[in-house]
Structures are given as structure tokens and as C-alpha cells.
């Protein structure tokens, strides 16, 4: 059974900073391509974040345009974890973050999401 199991979001005030983590169960997690995607009220999911798997690749990133320069994706295989670091947090980037796994677009996996919230 596939577990995607989001963690560490919470209320902050803008300009501040969260870390999410997704811990990975039920998977060869170092041969999945790991991404965030985020959907704020009446919006469709979009994009965050992106990194490819290490085994094939080097691990690239690949980052919405609004959120590069500020957030961070990165990966321990070792701990079957992928994490999303948040800094300068914006009032528009609350949203529910979700972690997603896909492998070379045959599984495609989604956690239940965290949420973040950005206000003072």
C-alpha cells in the first residue's frame, strides 16, 4: 500500500518561513520523480515544485515562477523523504500543499495535503 504523508504546515506570518515534509511508504522511492503542488480556495492545483529522481538523473529541480528564489525542494532517499523548504512566505501562497510521486508517468501518487496558511 502507497503512503504519501504530508507534515509541517501551520499558520505563519508573512515573511516567515515553514519546512513541509512528505514521508514515502510502499514505494521505490528514490526512482520516483517528487513534486509539491498546492490549491488554494476556488483555485485549481498548480505546480510548486519539482525534483527528479537521483538514480537516472542528478536530481534536477524545477520551480513554479512564483515561488522560485524563495522555496526549496530536496530529497533524502535515505529516509524516504521529501521536503519543501519555505522562506518569505506571501499572504498567496496559503493553500493546502499536497506531495505527489510520479514514475515515469505509469504511478502517479498523491498525499491527503498540509495546510499553510499566511497571514498577521
Known amino acids: 500500500q502507497v503512503q504519501l504523508v504530508e507534515s509541517g504546515g501551520g499558520l505563519v506570518q508573512p515573511g516567515g518561513s515553514l519546512r513541509l515534509s512528505c514521508a514515502a511508504s510502499?514505494?521505490?522511492?528514490?526512482?520516483?520523480?517528487m513534486g509539491w503542488y498546492r490549491q488554494a480556495p476556488g483555485k485549481q492545483r498548480e505546480l510548486v515544485a519539482t525534483?527528479?529522481?537521483?538514480?537516472?538523473?542528478?536530481?534536477?529541480?524545477d520551480y513554479a515562477r512564483s515561488v522560485k528564489g524563495r522555496f526549496t525542494i530536496s530529497r533524502d532517499n535515505a529516509k524516504n523523504t521529501v521536503y519543501l523548504q519555505m522562506n518569505d512566505l506571501k499572504p498567496e501562497d496559503t493553500a493546502i500543499y499536497y506531495c505527489?510521486?510520479?514514475?515515469?508517468?505509469?504511478?502517479?501518487?498523491w498525499g491527503q495535503g498540509t495546510q499553510v496558511t499566511v497571514s498577521s
Open positions: 505527489n510521486a510520479v514514475f515515469r508517468g505509469l504511478e502517479n501518487y
Open positions: 510502499g514505494i521505490i522511492f528514490s526512482v520516483y520523480t
Open positions: 525534483i527528479t529522481t537521483t538514480i537516472t538523473t542528478s536530481g534536477s529541480t
